[in-house]
């Protein structure tokens, strides 16, 4: 007689399923079977985690009970080191530094960079369309969103491509970029020399960008602080670029997957706004982010304790079959959507507006120019489970009907 071996323990912080693209499958066991599971840590005190999409939004509606202010990584630390980012503060704090930027990255702020998007679109479809085989993180959804960025933060051109070095090397543990046991401390002090550079030169003569705005606001009486300032910064450089540019690599691959849905796109492309939030929530580009409870909660017989850190995945909920009807398939034209690809409540993604910017504007440049992506393999995965992250696919870009 053969005994049957005890099903092995779901360890979220293995991070092979997320490199293989398998995922899904298992956050979908995890939402059946084990909607709050607890998961122990290598070197940490371990964490819950909630799957399912009513209980994701509990948690991130009741941020006295969830606060951010011990950090939103899963593991504990935060990426931007001693500082405190506007997304690891808690109100009423988080509320005023939050304010500051917002405004400049609302809708109908963003229409005013809308030329701008526009003609890096224009620039980067004119490029990878007149060659065979591109490798299309680098060549355009990673070029996209940091040329705007810096426009929008008063980084220079040149500099830009920076801005993404310094985000693959903080926001993951993966060993590409893992040059030296202190990388993400390497990058986080390159990061913030530079703009300690580019805030005294806006400190003198500001103009119309983010970052002027940033150093000459009022906080608490006062300007902000170098380590307020410090902190702001990153958070920038890195929603501004990581969502956009997996997004929309994560769209080029959802459409090959589901090759119909782009060929109702091209017929019917007043669809694009509904494609651009179903594939907000099918790729979900923020797979997750962390609380810390604050108090002892019962959940469902059990006990999440002060201190506790609480994991909100995002992914899985955006896949929550009592929410979304087939939620493994791509239907850019579903009727309903509030999805949680850009988080939710008050810590909900200030750059969303710009985000959708950018993806709208780079799907229409190309259904104006009759343009098809196909990918040539598979992605390669950066190295995390909190991102949804790319970092090379080589694809063929071609006209429509063509092969």
């Not at 293989?20 to 909607?35: F, I």
């Amino acid at each position: 007689m053969t005994l049957q071996q005890p099903e092995a323990a779901i360890d979220l912080m293995d991070l092979a399923p997320f490199i293989d693209g398998t995922e899904n499958a298992l956050l979908a066991q995890l939402r059946n079977s084990e909607p709050l599971h607890w998961n122990d840590e290598l070197d940490g005190p371990g964490f819950w985690s909630v799957t399912r999409y009513d209980d994701v939004i509990t948690v991130v509606n009741d941020p006295h009970t969830f606060v951010n202010g011990e950090g939103t990584q899963i593991l504990s630390r935060k990426v931007e080191g001693g500082t405190s980012t506007v997304h690891n503060t808690d109100p009423p704090r988080h509320t005023g530094l939050r304010k500051l930027a917002a405004p400049h990255l609302r809708a109908v702020k963003v229409r005013e960079w809308q030329d701008v998007i526009d003609r890096a679109v224009s620039a980067i479809l004119d490029d990878i369309s007149g060659r065979g085989g591109v490798e299309f993180v680098h060549s355009a959804s990673a070029l996209l969103p940091i040329q705007v960025l810096g426009q929008v933060l008063g980084v220079p051109l040149e500099d830009c491509g920076l801005l993404l070095d310094w985000t693959n090397r903080v926001i993951s543990d993966d060993p590409e970029f893992m040059r030296s046991p202190d990388e993400k401390e390497q990058a986080r002090a390159e990061m913030f020399a530079y703009f300690e550079d580019l805030t005294a030169a806006r400190r003198a003569k500001p103009r119309n960008d983010l970052v002027s705005r940033l150093v000459h606001a009022e906080f608490e009486g006062g300007p902000l602080s170098w380590e307020d300032l410090a902190a702001y910064y990153f958070v920038l450089v890195g929603a501004g670029n990581e969502t956009t540019r997996n997004l929309i690599t994560g769209a080029v691959l959802a459409f090959d997957e589901f090759p119909e849905e782009w060929a109702k796109l091209v017929a019917r492309p007043e669809l694009l706004r509904s494609a651009i939030e179903e594939m907000l929530r099918y790729v979900t580009p923020i797979r997750a982010m962390r609380r810390t409870a604050t108090k002892d909660v019962d959940w469902d017989g059990r006990t999440i304790r002060a201190g506790d850190k609480v994991v909100c995945w995002f992914q899985a909920a955006n896949r929550d079959p009592a929410i979304f009807p087939d939620p493994d398939v791509v239907r850019i034209d579903r009727a309903e959507n509030d999805h949680v690809g850009f988080g939710w409540g008050i810590h909900a993604c200030m750059g969303s507006h710009l985000a959708r910017a950018e993806v709208t504007s780079f799907f229409q440049g190309m259904l104006d120019r009759g343009l098809r992506i196909r990918p040539l393999g598979p992605p390669d995965r950066l190295h995390t489970n909190q991102f949804h992250a790319f970092k090379r696919l080589n694809v063929r870009v071609e006209k429509e009907g063509s092969r």
